[in-house]
């Protein structure tokens, strides 16, 4: 895809105000179709959140909280990259939010042959499998594409002259994960104007501030979804250069590092680091996968992803964790930071991340999981009431 710079940058959203005791994080984990079981647990918080404002008397209003309201920057990757695009750059609540995803995973993850549905339909995974014979990839991008651009005209104001793009200035801040394939870098594509200083260091879109600044939502999308065997990889062109993209996955399935690097977005680079007090880190279901059969791990694809990033995932969580940890034991961050991990285990079934009929068994899973789990419980109720709070 060759790709342009117009004429005029769409400007980035103001920097947040941030509240006294601190700037609020919120990370969500890759996962395909899984990404459904992140949307609901967030969905129970924010509902949580609306009941503690009205029995507080903090804010009376009826309508579903909208995380980008209590949240200052949130990092998604792949699906999770879709899910704070749909978020925080579209401004939804969770409960439109859920909605679109349905309808986003039931298009992108259809069995096509040859683009037509019925086909890819009658053959199933043999089907996917020709496709992958043919392209490499298992789906086709155009349903992402048509699925993308109908979401964002959706929530867009027709008179905005930067819907089509992600940075704009009535977002608020959020950024997705893709991972440069020839080099083997993590790149941002944010909805807010790339910091001084924030460039990766090796990728070919270094010294590119204008094309990242001014990349539109639907190749940012394709880039960050891109996962090798599922999507095809994303190209763009632009200054005799080529560049390929494969999804966050690869590097950050769980993005909690690149979001912790990029709190000092929030505040100008005169200024010290800002405090934060709260980080939420999203999983998308977490399947025991610690001693499959060998002849699964031969007879199963998907398997061999789930293992990969299962442990991709939780390595980053159990990083942070004790990051978090030493921080609070040493002082820093004022000893307030607060950092929850909330993923639903799924037992010992494999979960393929691009079947998007296991959802509503999913659904159910993890709703068990946010009304019956006591570590769930307490870390939702811990969670709304730090982000109810007005400090």
């Known amino acids: 895809m060759k790709n342009t710079v117009p004429d005029v940058i769409p400007p980035g ?11 609020r994080l919120l990370a969500c984990d890759g ?4 990404g459904v079981s992140s949307v609901l647990i967030l969905d129970a918080i924010m509902e ?16 579903p909280r909208k995380p980008c309201d209590y949240f200052d920057l949130a990092a998604g990757t792949s699906t999770g990259g879709l899910i704070a695009l749909m978020l925080f750059r579209l401004r939804m609540n969770t409960k439109q939010c859920l909605d679109e995803y349905h309808n986003l995973a039931s298009q992108i993850f259809a069995p096509t042959i040859f683009g037509f549905r ?3 339909g009658l053959l199933g995974k043999c089907g996917l499998m020709l496709n992958m014979i043919a392209s490499g990839a298992q789906f086709p991008r155009k349903p992402l594409e048509d699925a993308i651009r109908t979401v964002v005209d959706k929530y867009s104001d027709r008179d905005d002259q930067w819907k089509d793009y992600l940075v704009n200035p009535k977002s608020a801040m959020m950024f997705m994960c ?11 594509l944010r909805s807010y104007t790339r910091p001084e200083g924030a460039a990766p260091v090796r990728s070919p879109v270094v010294d590119e501030n204008d094309l990242v600044n001014s990349i539109k939502i639907v190749p940012a999308a394709r880039a960050t979804s891109a996962a090798p065997g599922y999507l095809p990889e994303e190209v763009w062109q632009y200054n005799n250069q080529t560049i390929s993209f ?43 996968v610690r001693h499959p059969r060998f002849i699964g791990k031969l007879m199963n694809m998907a398997i061999y992803y789930a293992q990969w990033f299962v442990a991709n995932t939780a390595a980053k969580h159990a990083d942070f964790e004790r990051l978090a940890n030493r921080m609070v034991d040493r002082g820093d961050q004022n000893s307030h930071l607060k950092y929850y991990r909330l993923d639903c285990p799924t037992g010992k079934a494999i979960l393929d991340m691009a079947d998007y009929t296991i959802m ?6 993890t709703r068990k999981y946010i009304e019956t789990d006591p570590d769930a419980i307490r870390m939702i109720d811990e969670c709304a ?3 109810a709070s007005r400090d």
Do not use: F
């Open 360 to 365: 509503d068994d999913l659904e159910a899973t």
């Open 385 to 387: 009431r730090l982000l």
């Open 48 to 63: 949580k959140v609306k009941q503690i404002e009205v029995h507080e008397g903090i804010n009376l209003s009826p309508k």
């Open 13 to 23: 959203p103001r920097l947040p105000q941030l509240r006294k005791n601190g700037a």
């Open 118 to 120: 019925t086909m890819g």
């Open 31 to 34: 996962g395909g179709v899984k």
């Open 246 to 288: 494969w999804d966050g996955g690869v590097l950050n399935n769980n993005p909690i590092e690149q979001l912790w690097n990029a709190r000092y977005d929030l505040v100008e680079r005169h200024q010290p680091p800002p405090a934060v007090s709260i980080v939420l880190s999203l999983g998308c279901g977490r399947p025991d």
């Open 178 to 188: 893709a991972t440069v394939k020839d080099e083997g870098e993590s790149v941002l």
